[in-house]
């Protein structure tokens, strides 16, 4: 069976539907907590990684003294071609392990906001010019050196990227459940302005319109990357 580890920052961005699709596609899913200290696996452990959101910076190390240890590790993953999937703050420290810059953006993009593809490069190819995914960030980042663009929003150019055939880095969040949205949502919205920033009724019914289309586009994405 393939193994496949799940690497959580936070206890409120949980996996979601990516536990959906391991359990549908034969996947034995390790989820490794990394507020609670877990340790992280062995490359030899597993045959792909996908790393999760959080609030947090990619360089606040001060904080949490886990991120350089992370760094290193996803450094020594892309060394050995195991394939990685960052979403959010993954797809900003691989961003970073790969060369790229990481910095705050000019607003936060929070909210059910449509995002563009540029690119028909795989695992993109099945997906349409245009689709409506969840965003939960302040942040943004460069494309590393040798990267490609595969996504761009209205907001920020910095939504999906490719580097070589193993590291898939995403802004949006596809992998949303109704439940994780709850948690994210306790932990409060940051005040304005921003002209890309939903309030709380607004992001509730954007699931409601867009959860399960999202699950669906998730499932392509991971199928056409990581394998059925």
Not at 30 to 43: F, K, M, N, Q, T
Not at 65 to 77: M, R, S, V, Y
Not at 181 to 197: C, E, F, I, N
């Amino acid at each position: 069976m393939h193994r496949l580890a799940i690497i959580q920052h936070v206890p409120f961005e949980g996996p979601g539907y990516l536990k959906k699709w391991a359990v549908m596609r034969g996947r034995r899913a390790h989820l490794i907590r990394r507020y609670r200290g877990d340790a992280l696996p062995e490359p030899p452990d597993m045959t792909a990684a996908v790393i999760l959101g959080g609030p947090m910076n990619v360089d606040d190390e001060v904080q949490y003294p886990w991120l350089a240890e992370e760094k290193q590790w996803l450094a020594g993953l892309i060394e050995r071609g195991v394939p990685v999937v960052g979403i959010c703050l993954g797809a900003q420290l691989l961003a970073q392990v790969l060369g790229g810059e990481v910095f705050a953006g000019p607003y936060p993009e929070i909210g059910w906001f449509p995002v563009q593809r540029v690119t028909d490069a795989a695992p993109f190819t099945a997906l349409p010019e245009e689709w409506t995914p969840l965003h939960w960030h302040g942040d943004t980042f460069t494309l590393p050196p040798g990267g490609q663009w595969l996504a761009r929003s209205e907001a920020y150019p910095a939504q999906a990227f490719r580097w070589e055939k193993h590291v898939l880095g995403l802004q949006f969040h596809l992998e949303i459940t109704r439940d994780v949205l709850h948690d994210l949502l306790k932990q409060g919205l940051p005040d304005g302005p921003s002209p890309y920033l939903q309030n709380r009724v607004a992001i509730l019914e954007g699931f409601e319109s867009h959860g399960a289309e999202n699950h669906q586009l998730l499932v392509k994405v991971l199928d056409a990357f990581l394998g059925k």
